[in-house]
């Protein structure tokens, strides 16, 4: 009688699990996108157990939805999940990027100017982050400024870049300090008439 008991409540037990297993759900395009802007997507998914990976490697290789090649691309890279492949997880983020996400445009720009997984390239990188910061990903444009502030990209693009980050709204007191020292840096290399222009300007 007690075996019976212990292999009834053992079967509860399973069938409890199983359920609480099937019952985490796909995440909306919006939910992933905020996952992704507060840089969390990959411990979500660590998070659920790792149950929603064939969903996730479906919208992205098969939906061809932005938000999760993205997400597909990062659990490659770093082998959350999967087995870990860099070259086939750089491909999705590319694939993101391809289509416009700004945070995938901004992680292989950022990639490009550090080195990681790839060889320094600042032509690429400023190319990448250019396109980001246009879509105010002001991750891209903090970056860019200060690329910029070195030396490196176009006297011609500086206006552009001032004037996005001159409108950036942010309720990080250390971003809005960064942004102000960046804009400082940036203004000295351009006449006063650019500056004043820029300011009134939204790129």
Not at 44 to 60: K, N, S
Not at 106 to 122: A, S
Request: proline letters at 2%.
């Amino acid at each position: 009688m007690k075996f019976f008991l212990w292999v009834l409540f053992l079967s509860i037990s399973l069938s409890a699990k199983s359920a609480e297993l099937t019952a985490v759900q796909i995440y909306t395009d919006n939910e992933l996108l905020d996952l992704i802007k507060e840089n969390k997507h990959l411990d979500r998914v660590v998070l659920d157990e790792c149950q929603l990976v064939q969903d996730i490697e479906a919208r992205a290789v098969k939906s061809k939805m932005p938000s999760y090649q993205f997400l597909w691309g990062d659990m490659l890279a770093y082998g959350v999940c999967v087995k870990k492949d860099i070259e086939l997880g750089l491909y999705y983020m590319r694939e993101s990027a391809g289509q416009g996400l700004a945070e995938g445009l901004e992680q292989i720009g950022r990639y490009y100017h550090i080195g990681k997984f790839m060889q320094v390239d600042m032509d690429k990188a400023i190319l990448f982050l250019k396109e980001a910061a246009t879509l105010k990903s002001l991750k891209a444009q903090i970056r860019l400024a200060q690329i910029y502030n070195k030396g490196f990209g176009s006297p011609l693009d500086y206006p552009a870049l001032y004037s996005q980050l001159h409108h950036a709204v942010t309720d990080d007191k250390k971003t809005h300090k960064q942004i102000a020292m960046l804009l400082t840096k940036l203004a000295d290399k351009m006449p006063e008439r650019v500056v004043n222009a820029a300011k009134v300007t939204e790129y």
